[in-house]
Every structure is written in C-alpha cells, then in structure tokens.
C-alpha cells in the first residue's frame, strides 16, 4: 500500500465542517449561551487561519538545488566557441 502525503485542505475542511456542525448543535441543544459560541466559533476560526498560514509557509520553502558542473563564471565550450 502507498503512503500519501498529509493534506492540509482536507484538515481545514474537516475542521470548518466540524465547526459548522457544532454551531447548529449547539444552537438546537442550547448547550453554550450566544457570547461563548461567537468565542468558541472566534477561535475555530483563528485556528483555521493558522493551519493555512502555516500550509502556506510550508510549501514555499526554497527546495535544494543541487549544482551543475559548469558553473555561471565558467563559459560552455558548445554555447561560446571563441572562449
């Protein structure tokens, strides 16, 4: 069985859908009064933010390069003949 690389989309919508969910039950239940489910839905979404920033931060990172034989400073014979 092949290992796929961890997605962050699909945290990020696990975690916005679970918050969704959350907000309707507990609207139906009256579990959480109007002030602690505008902090806890504040702080999902902080947290969403977050995971994005850091997804983001993640894939742009420089990837090594490894150097080629014939360097800038050095012409190419093939390229420039007169050298």
């Known amino acids: 069985m092949t ?3 961890f997605r962050w989309e699909s945290l990020a919508f696990g975690l916005f ?4 969910v ?3 039950a ?3 239940r009256d579990l959480l009064t ?3 489910l505008s902090l806890t839905a504040s702080a999902v979404l902080i947290l969403l ?3 994005g920033i850091a997804a983001t ?3 742009t990172r420089p990837t090594p390069h490894t150097t080629s034989p014939t360097s800038e400073g050095v012409p190419d014979e093939e390229a420039d003949p007169q050298h």
Do not use: M, S
């Open 49 to 51: 933010g977050l995971i």
């Open 3 to 5: 290992r796929h690389p």
């Open 26 to 28: 507990v609207w139906e």
């Open 57 to 59: 931060v993640r894939q």
């Open 17 to 20: 859908f679970l918050a969704v």
């Open 34 to 36: 109007p002030r602690e």
């Open 22 to 24: 959350g907000n309707w």
